[in-house]
C-alpha cells in the first residue's frame, strides 16, 4: 500500500517480499517527544508512551491524519546526539493544541518494508517484538543489495501503522529508514 504522501522511485523484489524507494514530501508530526539523557543511552520510552497516552484520548490535533499514527526514532543513525522518541500523527499544520510537541520533517527518501511475518521469513530474521524498530533489516541487509546505503543521520526511523477503521486494529505497520544511493569512487 502507498501512502497518498509519498512517490514510489522504485521497488525491488526480495524472497518475495516488496522494497520500496520512496521519496516523502515536507511533512509536520504532532505528538509527544522525548530523549535520552545523553549520547548513549535510550530515551525512555515507557514514560514517553505514558505521557502521550494521556494527552491523546482527551486533545484532538488539528487536521490529523484518519487512521494512522506513527513512532518516530530521532538520532538513531548520529552517535552525536541523544537518542529520541516521539509518538503522534501526521498533521497538515503545525497549529496544534499547546499540550502536543511538533517536528518538521523536510522532504527525503526512504526505504519501505512492511513489519510482519513474510518480512520476518524472507529476511531470514527473528521477528520483530517492539523496541528499537529493525532498522537494520534495511541499511545492513536490503539497502546494499540495491545500490543504497544509510541516508542522512539527521533524519528520523519512522513506523507508521494504520489501525482498521471500524475495530482499531493494526492493519499494516510500514518501517521508513533514511536511504540514499551509494556512490562509487
Known amino acids: 500500500m502507498t501512502h497518498p504522501q509519498e512517490k514510489v522511485l522504485n521497488t525491488f523484489h526480495y524472497n518475495g517480499i516488496t522494497v520500496d524507494f520512496v521519496k516523502w514530501n515536507d511533512t509536520i508530526w504532532c505528538g509527544k517527544i522525548g530523549y535520552a539523557e545523553n549520547n548513549t543511552d535510550e530515551p525512555d520510552v515507557e514514560a514517553i508512551a505514558n505521557n502521550a497516552m494521556k494527552i491523546f484520548p482527551n486533545i ?4 490529523r491524519e484518519k487512521n494512522w499514527e506513527v513512532c518516530i526514532s ?22 496544534q493544541p499547546h499540550e502536543y510537541d511538533i517536528i518538521k520533517i523536510a522532504s527525503a527518501t526512504y ?12 529476511l531470514g530474521v527473528e521477528p520483530w517484538t517492539g523496541g528499537i524498530p529493525p532498522y537494520e533489516w534495511v541499511g545492513e541487509i536490503l539497502a546494499p543489495k540495491f545500490g543504497y546505503t544509510y541516508g542522512e543521520d ?8 494504520l489501525h482498521h477503521e471500524k475495530d482499531g486494529h493494526i492493519e499494516l505497520c510500514h518501517l521508513y529508514v533514511p536511504i540514499k544511493q551509494s556512490h562509487t569512487i
Not at 530521532?74 to 497549529?95: A, C, I, K
Open 60 to 63: 484532538t490535533p488539528n487536521q
Open 154 to 161: 539527521t533524519l528520523p526511523i519512522i513506523e507508521y501503522y
Open 111 to 122: 526505504m519501505k518494508i512492511n513489519i510482519c511475518d513474510e518480512t520476518f521469513r524472507a
Open 74 to 95: 530521532l538520532n538513531y543513525l548520529s552517535h552525536e546526539r541523544p537518542n529520541g522518541v516521539m509518538f503522534g500523527f501526521l498533521v497538515e499544520t503545525d497549529d
